[in-house]
């Protein structure tokens, strides 16, 4: 039977034990047609017994250590073509998944084959995010000058994604230029409201953490390319024109699907 899910997890300074719960919540899926491929990008990774414990216990753990720190741009890229699933899921480091997140999952996309990119709402640091508005009228429209969703949290097909992988020159924001890249071309984002099974729990080694600035100018380049420099005015996130521009985009998205 073909592999359905290949889940890819690159590691970089997390503590064992927050890695060890990430690796668990994965392992303790409802869903087993699955495989887990474990990206370590860090020469000076202190916890190599993991490798033993979980390749000898986890008959669908792999491993692949980079020989250099390469970022998290080309780590997903080498996990996604070491990958046999039909679909690649993103996993953190230091998030976890409830258990029926695959599951859930495997129910829309076994039934809706022409579904090529999901994601769902999350759980980050105990609040459901996005706000209701947004996972209830989801449109991707918003992906161009705002990033509402949770990297971790998307499941995309692999014959897409590899062909049109990541964006190596994006050490960071790689997810918003991927969204983005491939709506230019034509694609649809499913988005789940029901599946909220993904919880983010950014560390401190997280990149939006210990690269903001860099994350926020590669950010930006995206935002202006779209045409919306102007919503990153200093009286456009005062007022939270933000918000009304959200609103917009959903109640015009809604006439058009009504006419």
């Given at each position: 039977m073909s592999i359905f899910f290949s889940i890819v997890l690159p590691v970089y300074k997390e503590e064992k034990n927050i890695l060890i719960k990430c690796i668990e919540s994965i392992k303790s899926?409802?869903?087993?047609?699955?495989?887990?491929?474990?990206?370590?990008?860090?020469?000076?990774?202190?916890?190599?017994?993991?490798?033993?414990?979980?390749?000898?216990?986890?008959?669908?753990?792999?491993?692949?250590i980079n020989e250099e720190n390469l970022g998290v741009t080309k780590s997903l890229n080498i996990g996604i073509k070491a990958a046999k699933g039909l679909y690649i899921v993103r996993q953190d480091a230091d998030d976890y998944?409830?258990?029926?997140?695959?599951?859930?999952?495997?129910?829309?996309?076994?039934?809706?084959?022409?579904?090529?990119?999901?994601?769902?709402?999350?759980?980050?640091?105990?609040?459901?995010?996005?706000?209701?508005?947004?996972?209830?009228?989801?449109?991707?429209?918003?992906?161009k000058f705002k990033n509402v969703l949770f990297h971790g949290a998307l499941i995309i097909k692999r014959d897409l994604i590899l062909e049109n992988p990541y964006n190596e020159e994006y050490r960071f924001s790689q997810d918003y230029e991927l969204y983005n890249r491939l709506i230019k071309k034509g694609y649809k984002i499913f988005y789940d409201n029901n599946n909220i099974t993904y919880l983010s729990t950014p560390s401190i080694n997280s990149i939006s953490n210990t690269n903001f600035k860099e994350q926020t100018i590669l950010f930006n380049q995206i935002v202006d390319s779209n045409g919306y420099m102007w919503t990153r005015s200093s009286w456009v996130k005062f007022l939270r024109l933000d918000l009304l521009i959200v609103l917009y985009k959903i109640c015009n998205q809604k006439l058009l699907k009504n006419k």
């Amino acid at each position: 039977m073909s592999i359905f899910f290949s889940i890819v997890l690159p590691v970089y300074k997390e503590e064992k034990n927050i890695l060890i719960k990430c690796i668990e919540s994965i392992k303790s899926q409802t869903f087993i047609n699955f495989e887990l491929i474990i990206i370590i990008d860090n020469p000076n990774f202190q916890h190599f017994d993991l490798i033993d414990i979980y390749t000898n216990n986890f008959f669908n753990c792999k491993f692949i250590i980079n020989e250099e720190n390469l970022g998290v741009t080309k780590s997903l890229n080498i996990g996604i073509k070491a990958a046999k699933g039909l679909y690649i899921v993103r996993q953190d480091a230091d998030d976890y998944s409830l258990k029926d997140r695959l599951f859930n999952a495997y129910n829309i996309l076994n039934l809706n084959k022409e579904v090529l990119i999901y994601t769902t709402p999350a759980i980050a640091n105990g609040k459901l995010k996005p706000n209701f508005i947004v996972r209830k009228y989801f449109v991707q429209e918003i992906l161009k000058f705002k990033n509402v969703l949770f990297h971790g949290a998307l499941i995309i097909k692999r014959d897409l994604i590899l062909e049109n992988p990541y964006n190596e020159e994006y050490r960071f924001s790689q997810d918003y230029e991927l969204y983005n890249r491939l709506i230019k071309k034509g694609y649809k984002i499913f988005y789940d409201n029901n599946n909220i099974t993904y919880l983010s729990t950014p560390s401190i080694n997280s990149i939006s953490n210990t690269n903001f600035k860099e994350q926020t100018i590669l950010f930006n380049q995206i935002v202006d390319s779209n045409g919306y420099m102007w919503t990153r005015s200093s009286w456009v996130k005062f007022l939270r024109l933000d918000l009304l521009i959200v609103l917009y985009k959903i109640c015009n998205q809604k006439l058009l699907k009504n006419k």
